[in-house]
Structure formats: C-alpha cells, structure tokens
C-alpha cells in the first residue's frame, strides 16, 4: 500500500515537471527574446601585425618612440598610465638625460607630481621625476567623471590585457568612429546613439563615451618622419600599450626560446643515455637462453652480485 501512494507521489510530480518544461518551450518558442542592436552590428576588431606578435617578436622601438609620443600630446589628456615609470622608457631607446627631459622639462610632460612643500608642509605639486610613475590627468574618478559626462577613462597600464583582441581591439576602437548605419535605425528605430555618445561598432555596447581622439593626418608631427596618418596613429599608440601591458615580452621570448633549446638537448642526452644503460640487456653476446638469465648474466658481467 504504501508502495502505490509513494509511486502515485512520484508520478503526479514527474508529472507537474514535465508540465512546466512543456509551458517554458512553448513560451519561449511564442514569445522569443528581441534581438539585440549590440548582437549584430559588433564587430571583431580588425586584424593589426605588430613586430612583437609571435613565439619570437620583437617590439619595433621607433614605433614604440612614436606611439608614446600619441599618447603623450593625445591621450594622456584623458587616461592614465600608472603602471608605467619615466625610467621604464630606457626600454624603447632613450638615454637617462633624455627620459630625464621628457619627465621633468614641462615641455612633454605637462601634469605636475604631486607634492609637500618641505618648507610649510602645504600640499603642492612639483616636476615629474624619472622615478615617478606617469602621473594621472584627474586627481580621482569623481575629478575624471565630471571632466566626461559621468563617463570613466580607464588606465591604460594594461588595458590590451584586459579588452579581447589586445592591442588589434585598440586599434579597431581608434580607427572605428562612423556615422550610425541607416539598416541599424531601420531595424532598431529605438538604439539611435544617445547625445554625447558616439557610435563605434568595436565598442561592446556600439556607443562610447570617448570622443573620437584621432581625426586628422598630421595630428601629431612625427621626429622620424613617419606620415601621421590616423590609422598609422592608432597602430603606433596601440603598439605602445601592448609594451605598455607586457614589458617583459622579449625577455619572456628569450627565456622561452633558451628553454626549448635546453629541453631539446636534454631529451636527446636522456635519449642517449637509455639506449646506452640497456644495450647490453637488449643486445647479450651470443646469449639464447631466456630475459632473466639475460640479466642475471650482465649484472654479473658488470660485477653485481645477483
Ligand atoms: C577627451 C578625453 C579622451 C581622450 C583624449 C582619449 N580618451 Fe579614451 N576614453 C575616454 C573615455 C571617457 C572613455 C570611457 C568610454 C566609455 O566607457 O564609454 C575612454 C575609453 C577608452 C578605452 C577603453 C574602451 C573600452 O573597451 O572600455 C580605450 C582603449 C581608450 N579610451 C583609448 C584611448 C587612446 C589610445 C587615446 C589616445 C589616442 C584616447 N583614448 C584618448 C576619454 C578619452
């Protein structure tokens, strides 16, 4: 008896859950899900070769030389670089005195350190040190907010690390500033770029806060000649940040490639050393009786007792 009520339970029950899968399908077969503006008109970023791509690349340091300077005279106005020091610029070619104008002159590098005055103890700011780290354009978030629309430049340090498609998605977003297409409104009459947003297809949401920072051939004056182009612009300054994010990629390349080497010659020493450690067992001298009289015999032969 109580077998049949406890069967009778599980039946109504299997039976409530079977109902409610039914109705979930039904409903979102009936009832799909609208799609998306941000679904469909997102692009993967473009496709950008960088000299430090690969298992052996190298950064190109005169187009690092080039993409700091973007940044500086560009986007240091918004972002932040605090991971980076002056001195860590030795990496892309300059000499102590030059790092030591560029973080000190006010020339270059216009935003002040701040400081106390070691006479009165006030707050105040002085020049930057090759020590110091790159200083930030705002002194907080609320500072960098209200200087944006309420909209927040990340730090650059090592945003190719954190966006997917690293320094090509840098690249894409700088060179990817375009009028909303027409097909997009027609489709989705209600995604239209809020004010002071700007529709960008490589941006997640399509519509960024960030004015589009690279407008025009010339924008910044190159020292080796190199026309300024924007697209050559946004690849400089996004080689920068791959640097930037990865300093330590050529030394990491180095070690790996003298790894591999090491591991290479070691396999075949090992390799080596086994064929020669079990010739004897596997090749006896005139021997024809069975394995183990094999071995007794050359453990004897070597003078173990056995
Ligand atoms: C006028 C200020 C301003 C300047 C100049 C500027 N940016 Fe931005 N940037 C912003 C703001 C604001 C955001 C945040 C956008 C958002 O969240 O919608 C942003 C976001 C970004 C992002 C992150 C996008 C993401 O995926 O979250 C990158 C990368 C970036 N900027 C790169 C640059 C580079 C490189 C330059 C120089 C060539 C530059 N920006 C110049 C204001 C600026």
Redesign the pocket.
Known sequence: MVRVIAFVVGLVFAGVLLISLVTGVATYVSNKPAPLAAEEFHLKPKSLHLASDGAFGKFDPAQLQRGLQ??TE??????SLKLVSFRDLKALGYNDAEIKAYAGSGKEWKIQVPSINPETGEATTRKALPSDNFPSPFPNEIA?RA???N????D?SL??K??EGGGA??YS??TGFQPQPAELLKKFPDAKTPPN?HYNPY???L?????P??TTTGQVTYADGTPATVDQ??KD??AF?VWTANPELERRHSAGLAVSVFLLVATILGFLAYKQIWYEVKHPVGDTGSNQTKIRRTTAKRGVAG
Request: net charge positive; with cysteine.
């Open positions: 973007v940044y560009v986007c240091s106005a918004c972002h960098a200087a944006n629309n909209a927040l430049p990340p650059l945003i190719t954190s966006r998605y840098v977003l700088l947003l941006f997640a949401n519509n960024i806060a960030m004015p920072p690279l612009m946004a300054v996004a940040l």
